[in-house]
């Protein structure tokens, strides 16, 4: 098999440690059982001319195995997903079942929590941001409401956990400044339930090792 190596920031602001996409794809090598290597970007080498080679948006993370180099995280999580049957069930149906999940964690879930996190993360004081915040916050809990009540009494989106388990948990996390999953409390118990898997854990501790290593010190300066 060929080596895998996933790029990742080497340091973000305290607010996006922990949610960081590369989390997602760690997670799902993790449960893979797949080994990889980090390639890690320093201040500004996102927008360098190599890096927006692979990644046209100056973002992370950057799958590459091989001959083969993915942008966008449900992307990779698809590829990764279809080595695996943790991840992904093995008949065709159940694999589309999956999959359609995945589109609506991306599409109907994702970008209204983004629309919401992002008023209170980086415009919390805009006059603009203090005025849209509750009805960000209303189309953010509508999708949420929508979700909870397909998941029902289910302990996973489908009969067993999945990576579109493992790609919506991502999503509710960043809600973690909030009370919304809450009050949504199988939600909170899918969340929590993905989130105690030995694999998740691991990923993340990955992910923070790099923030603790390279945060800057009061010199201004970040370790090497």
């Given amino acids: 098999m060929s080596q895998i190596t996933v790029t990742a920031f080497k340091w973000v602001p305290p607010f996006a440690q922990g949610l960081v996409r590369d989390l997602r794809v760690r997670w799902a090598l993790e449960e893979a059982g797949l080994p990889y290597e980090q390639k890690l970007l320093g201040p500004g080498e996102n927008n360098s001319p190599e890096h927006r080679a692979v990644q046209p948006f100056g973002q992370v993370p950057v799958y590459q195995e091989g001959d083969l180099t993915l942008f966008e995280s449900g992307a990779i999580l698809v590829h990764i997903a279809r080595k695996s049957p943790v991840l992904m069930p093995a ?89 919304v999953v809450a009050d949504f409390p199988n939600l909170a118990a899918l969340q929590a339930r993905c989130e105690a898997r030995p694999a998740f854990t691991r990923a993340l501790n990955a992910q923070m090792a790099n923030f603790e290593k390279y945060a800057p010190r009061p010199e201004g300066k970040a370790t090497t």
């Avoid at 849209?132 to 289910?154: I, Q």
């Fill in 91 to 179: 008949d065709d149906a159940g694999r589309m079942r999956v999959i359609q999940w995945m589109f609506a964690a991306l599409n109907s879930v994702e970008p209204h929590v983004s629309n919401f996190t992002a008023i209170d993360l980086f415009y919390p004081d805009e006059e603009w941001a203090k005025l849209r915040r509750p009805s960000a916050e209303k189309f953010a809990r509508g999708r949420l409401e929508g979700l909870s009540n397909a998941l029902g009494t289910r302990d996973y989106l489908e009969n067993d956990f999945t990576v579109a388990d493992l790609l919506m948990t991502t999503i509710l996390r960043n809600l973690r400044h909030t009370r």
